[in-house]
């Protein structure tokens, strides 16, 4: 069975109207607020322009073939130049990395175009910016783009994987931290 024939809702005459009622959004965003995630920055760059965004949802598909996945909000310059690029990196950031998640979330003083030093940042196959010191980089190809509300979801083949050194930068309770490992 394909996506398209899958069904949007399980046997609604087995649920009251209650149930199928949607969660209040309110409730959805608090309760989400306490999943623990990981931050990257999403890089692209090509005739569409040099970007990056701070994101922290981004998963990983499948091994076979390698393939991750990551959601932008439809608003995010990010998209129309991923969209026109047709190729994103994903850049895990490490737990002393924080100043990254807050630049590319907008919230540091410097520009858009002052955001890709050149002792920071490298490249690899796409020619997307690459951080140098990343946790985790997969530099990926678009291979399919999906709409999901307010959000365009990327889904990317890897074309090229490499670990860093040290621990995850992690987010959750609209906070950052980093693992104490039990
Ligand atoms: C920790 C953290 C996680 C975020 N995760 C996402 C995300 O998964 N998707 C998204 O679209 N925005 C996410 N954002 C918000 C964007 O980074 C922010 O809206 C950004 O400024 C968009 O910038 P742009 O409009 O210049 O592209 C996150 C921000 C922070 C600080």
């Given at each position: 069975?394909?996506?398209?024939q ?6 609604p ?11 209040d959004r309110?409730?959805?965003i608090d ?8 931050v ?5 760059n090509?005739?569409g ?8 949802a981004?998963t990983?598909?499948t091994a076979?073939?390698?393939t ?5 909000h ?6 129309p130049?991923?969209i026109?690029n047709?190729?994103?990196?994903l ?6 990395q ?10 540091a ?13 490298t ?7 690459v ?9 990926c ?12 979801i ?11 050194d040290g621990?995850?930068l ?6 950052y931290a ?5």
């Open positions: 069975m394909n996506s398209t899958l069904p949007k809702y399980i046997n005459d087995s649920l009251s109207d209650q149930v199928l009622e949607l969660a309110a409730d959805y309760a989400m607020s306490r999943v623990a995630n990981s990257n920055v999403v890089t692209t090509g005739a322009g040099q970007l990056g965004v701070t994101v922290s981004a990983s598909v076979e073939p390698p991750l996945l990551v959601c932008i439809e608003l995010s310059k990010v998209v130049a991923i026109e047709g190729v994103f990196c850049n895990v950031l490490e737990s002393e924080q100043a990254f998640s807050q630049l590319f979330a907008g919230l003083a410097e520009e858009p175009a002052e955001r890709f030093s050149a002792e920071d940042w490249q690899l196959k796409t020619g997307s910016p951080l140098k010191d990343g946790l985790a980089i997969f530099d190809r678009v291979d399919t783009i999906h709409k999901e509300g307010t959000h365009y990327f889904i990317g083949q890897v074309l090229a994987a490499k670990k860093g621990l995850p992690v987010y959750s309770q609209r906070a980093k693992p104490d490992w039990i």
